[in-house]
């Protein structure tokens, strides 16, 4: 179980962190439940997601479906909310 396993870490300690969980999953067979609100991190680490909005479900499914084609209306304001680099 990790909750927001990453936040308030620098980039390179982040990246570290990201890569173990990534590996100990692969090598081990692991099952991580996370709590994030990183899309990043729920993106690069989670087959399944959950979306959740005061305390209910809206939507789950796939990560790359529920990330790439979000059904939900409070899903899709979420998505867009995330920061995008110009260029």
């Given at each position: 179980m990790a909750d927001e396993p990453v936040s308030a870490l620098d980039v390179?300690?982040?990246a570290q962190i990201i890569e173990l969980l990534a590996r100990l999953k692969d090598e081990l067979g692991m099952t991580l439940?996370?709590?994030?609100?990183?899309?990043?991190?729920?993106?690069?680490?989670?087959?399944?997601t959950?979306?959740?909005?005061?305390?209910?479900?809206?939507?789950?499914?796939?990560?790359l479906a529920v990330l790439t084609a979000p059904k939900d209306p409070y899903t899709q304001?979420?998505?867009a909310a995330v920061?995008?680099?110009?260029g």
């Open positions: 390179s300690v982040r439940v996370m709590v994030s609100h990183d899309i990043a991190i729920v993106g690069r680490l989670c087959e399944e959950v979306i959740l909005h005061d305390g209910r479900i809206v939507e789950q499914g796939r990560t304001k979420l998505l920061p995008q680099l110009p």
